[in-house]
């Protein structure tokens, strides 16, 4: 699987062009990125190719591998190249440990690459992955037999485990034998240090020289002063012996485990070398999207007509050193001449557009504002710079015409051209006369390009045909200091002059210098100065356009900013509010139960309780930031009938009051009941008079008739609701006199209201006994009373 999709096609540049126009550190700049030694030589050797699809998917996979990262951070591990390896292991041969450990690390590193682009939006990249197998059982074995240190472990088969528990064991025999002989007291003149070391893998002691033949014993060494001799004793030979041999059967099962994991490498070598393709492509993918995203760079447009387009471009390997520029070259500007100073940063304008070109070809995205736009180029030309050369006997003027020779018989349609100081280095007249004949070649031919010039001649030239603009580097008018910023439309001054003032020439020779020029020349020379005034003065005041719009535009969302910081704190306040508002509710419903349970006897709602509720609605008020109204000459207890409509001030609702307890009434707001004091409720309109019975004492017993029941059902009411509905029931129940028990249905639910009910039950005066119901009356969702 190759690296460089452009060996398929044409090359884009030759090695002359990618040399003059820097591309060398492009190629630096992506290696350095790199994680696997296969994608830092791909980078070393991108090519730039000519095919507009290989562009297309190239600069789609950087585009898919930024998203990638800029989504979870994607990375990947250092990885050497083993791939030497893999086909040693293919022929025969058996591999090292730290080589089966790097293919392990490099099939991991492959497997996480391939899944995480496969698991991404990226046809492009997925495309590139699509030949890489499975090959975590080889990874999994080699990580099982081998550390991360690569040694063998002892897991690594049974047989090597029971070596090295008995080398183990042999080794402490062979310690405590050795050791034996400095604890003697026999030897205890003859020992120099009481420690046992090794020599040649067997525990030895060290022997004063003077008492060598006094310890039974091998010598195996002398110190380097020769005043100690290292002797393994005669009681340690035998354990020492049976290390060694278990060591060497170490040494056989280690050498059979690699050579088992090295023949499991070579049976896939196919598709283990496939595999480290693959990471290398999405390792080189990697890199690209990580210089792309170091240099702020966008995904070019690329259209198929010979066009560039840029925007604010700066030049990548200046970094935040590079000064924005823009310019376009497509069927209506063919070419772009630029003038001006040395050092002024012609020659960084004409590199700019040629890396530009060479580096979307090869997949990497621009330093440039959205909307830069590459077109289709088969051939990219440049010459820039100094190629004199003493070996081959060739001046500065006669290599660069060389140079010109290959572009003019190269140049044609979709052909960028670049040149810098075209046709220089010769007779000033001879040189302008030159390269005004090649630019007229170079527009017949249908090529697209810029140079650099100092000739008046060629700016003429440049002013007056078609396909052809002036431009020019810019420069302070004041201090003649370079801004390197490009200005399109206007050919540039030399300013020889006004520099060689400003580096303190002899002002004679300066003055003198100006009355040589003719008459013609010095009002040309005028004239750019005055343009190029009119063109500074002209781009301050775009500047200071763009700084006002810009902070126009910062001002307007500061606004729409703050405007939603308001309405998110307005929401949040109301909340708030609301929160509390619940919570303050709960909490009077709570002081109503609390207080039904304390009362000796049947008291109604207190003031205290519409006080609470009272101190709850200006909280609220409060906390809203507004002010609660005021009802003026409120100040006596509004006289109020059951039928009347009324205004549940604390509620913000209407209803209709349905009993009259007292101090508080009973007020229906639809489906809802609720126990409100008089003080709390607003008139609206009274009740239709009603006809009555006229019978005495008998009309209050006719309408308790009317309503009395021996079953009342009050589920799916709070108890602050369902307590003064009983107590009219027990009422109208005591005044007709009724002794059969009497059956309250509150349901079960949470249990709250059935034991609240109860409770009010038990204290008060005209129920005598109260209960649950039986299975058969309905448990624990229904009360049963009888009252006395």
């Known amino acids: 699987m190759a690296l460089d999709s452009s060996s398929r096609t044409g090359a884009l540049a030759d090695a002359r062009t990618l040399e003059v126009l820097d591309f060398a550190a492009i190629r630096e700049l992506v290696a350095r990125e790199t994680m696997t030694d296969r994608a830092t030589i791909a980078a070393r050797a991108l090519a730039p190719s000519n095919d507009p699809q290989v562009m297309r998917d190239e600069l789609r996979a950087t585009a898919e591998m930024r998203a990638i990262v800029a989504a979870d951070g994607f990375a990947l591990p250092r990885v050497v190249e083993t791939g030497e390896a893999v086909a040693r292991a293919a022929r025969g041969a058996s591999l090292s440990s730290d080589e089966l450990r790097e293919i392990a690390i490099a099939l991991a590193a492959a497997a996480a690459a391939v899944k995480r682009v496969r698991d991404a939006e990226a046809p492009v990249l997925r495309a590139r992955a699509a030949g890489a197998t499975p090959t975590a059982e080889i990874g999994a074995r080699i990580d099982h037999a081998i550390g991360e240190r690569g040694e063998v472990l002892d897991r690594a088969s049974p047989a090597l485990a029971r070596i090295r528990r008995n080398v183990q064991r042999a080794n402490e025999e062979a ?3 050795t050791q034996a002989i400095l604890r003697s007291p026999a030897f205890a003149k003859a020992v120099q240090d009481q420690i046992v070391t090794s020599r040649a893998g067997r525990f030895v002691v060290p022997i004063k020289a003077d008492f060598a033949g006094s310890v039974p014993g091998v010598v195996h060494d002398t110190s380097a002063s020769g005043q100690t001799v290292f002797v393994e004793p005669l009681a340690a030979l035998e354990v020492n012996n049976r290390v060694r041999t278990l060591r060497i059967e170490e040494e056989r099962e280690v050498l059979r485990i690699l050579a088992e994991l090295s023949q499991l490498v070579g049976s896939a070598a196919a598709a283990i070398e496939v595999n480290l393709d693959v990471l290398a492509i999405v390792d080189l993918a990697l890199a690209r999207a990580r210089v792309a995203d170091r240099m702020r760079a966008v995904e070019p447009v690329t259209v198929d007509d010979a066009k560039i387009d840029v925007r604010d471009g700066r030049h990548p390997l200046l970094g935040e050193r590079a000064v924005p520029q823009s310019l376009v070259l497509d069927d209506e500007t063919r070419f772009i001449v630029i003038s001006g100073p040395n050092m002024g940063g012609k020659t960084v304008a004409l590199k700019m557009v040629g890396l530009f070109i060479v580096m979307a070809a090869c997949g990497l995205h621009v330093p440039a504002l959205e909307g830069t736009t590459v077109g289709r180029f088969a051939r990219v030309w440049a010459d820039i710079g100094d190629e004199q050369s003493i070996v081959e006997n ?48 170079l527009l017949e031919s249908g090529a697209r390009g810029v140079v650099t010039t100092h000739a008046t001649e060629l700016k003429l030239f440049a002013h007056a045909t078609p396909g052809l603009q002036n431009a020019s580097v810019r420069f302070d008018a004041a201090t003649y200091v370079p801004t390197y910023q490009l200005d399109l439309g206007a050919p540039g001054q030399s300013l020889a002059f006004a520099l060689a003032r400003s580096l303190n020439l002899e ?12 008459q013609s020349e010095r009002d040309y020379d005028r004239a750019l100065s005055e343009l190029a005034e009119i063109r500074s003065g002209a781009a301050a005041e775009r500047e200071n356009l763009t700084r006002d719009r810009l902070h126009t535009a910062t001002l307007s969302e500061n606004l729409r900013k703050r405007t939603e910081a308001l309405e998110r704190e307005r929401r949040e306040l109301a909340a708030k509010a609301d929160e509390r508002l619940g919570r303050a509710l709960r909490e009077f419903s709570a002081e109503l139960e609390r207080r039904a349970r304390d009362r000796a006897g049947r008291t109604r709602v207190t003031s205290g309780q519409a006080a609470l509720l009272g101190r709850v609605l200006r909280d609220v008020h409060r906390d809203l930031g507004v002010t609660a109204p005021e009802r003026a000459g409120e100040t006596a207890v509004p006289q109020v009938a059951i039928g009347d409509a009324v205004a549940v001030e604390a509620l913000g609702s209407e209803g209709t009051v349905a009993d009259d307890y007292g101090d508080t009434v009973l007020v229906a707001m639809g489906a809802m009941r609720t126990v409100v004091p008089k003080t709390e409720v607003r008139l609206i309109r009274r009740a239709e008079p009603q006809r009555k019975v006229r019978s005495g004492g008998g009309a209050t017993t006719l309408e308790a008739a009317a309503g009395a029941r021996h079953e009342l059902d009050v589920r799916g009411k709070r108890f602050v609701e369902a307590e003064p509905i009983v107590e009219r029931w027990i009422d109208d129940a005591k005044l007709l006199g009724i002794e059969a028990p009497l059956r309250l249905i509150h349901g079960k639910g949470t249990g709250l209201l059935g034991r609240g009910l109860q409770q009010f039950l038990k204290e008060h005066d005209d129920v005598r006994s109260v209960r649950y119901g039986n299975a058969d009356e309905g448990g624990s969702g229904v009360t049963v009373l009888e009252l006395r």
């Open 394 to 441: 060739t001046s500065t003027f006669s290599a660069h015409l060389r140079r010109l020779r290959e572009i003019v018989r190269g140049a044609g349609a979709y052909t960028l051209v670049l040149i810098d100081e075209i046709a220089s280095g010769t007779e000033p007249a001879a040189s302008a006369a030159l390269a005004t004949a090649l630019l007229e070649h």
């Open 175 to 177: 310690r405590d034998r």
């Open 507 to 518: 002002p004679t020779i300066v003055s003198r210098a100006e009355t040589l020029l003719s």
